[in-house]
């Protein structure tokens, strides 16, 4: 009987200040103000092929980040993210970009092309805002 009261006293929070239990509201202590988007500058280049015709690949992309703190280091590390980006989209050739499924591919290693460069930031995802092939 003692136990139904303890444990009703307990759960109904009575208890939580004589056991020195604080509530949080998920917040933490304030450092992680959310999540925000980085955009990079668009990135122009010949994508690799041994066809006779070149093309052009044009790609927009947004970093999402967990911390909105992590901006000014992004910004700041943004030429080695573009560096490992663009070293990465040159030896591509066309028919590797074609379909939804390449695609997704492709991002797939981007996001851990750009977690590699920006490390120990965290980034929850990398999103395309646009994409041409010419």
């Keep these: 009987m003692l136990l139904l009261i303890g ?10 200040p004589i056991l020195g239990i604080e509530e949080t509201d998920g917040q933490g ?18 994508l690799g092929g041994d066809e006779e015709k070149s093309k052009f690949f044009k790609i927009g992309i947004n970093i999402l980040l967990n911390n909105d703190l992590d901006i000014s280091v992004v910004e700041a ?8 980006v663009t070293a990465y989209l040159r030896e591509l050739k ?4 074609a379909g939804s499924a390449n695609f997704d ?24 805002h646009s994409a041409l092939i010419q």
Excluded: C, H, M, W
């Design 29 to 46: 202590d304030g450092a992680n103000l959310g999540a925000s988007f980085y955009k990079l500058e668009d990135i122009t280049l010949n």
């Design 105 to 128: 591919r492709k991002r797939e290693n981007l996001q851990l092309r750009i977690r590699a460069a920006v490390a120990p930031i965290q980034v929850s995802d990398v999103l395309f």
């Design 94 to 97: 066309p028919r590797e970009l």
């Design 77 to 84: 590390l943004a030429p080695r993210i573009i560096d490992n």
């Design 7 to 16: 444990g009703g006293l307990f759960i109904s929070g009575i208890l939580d």
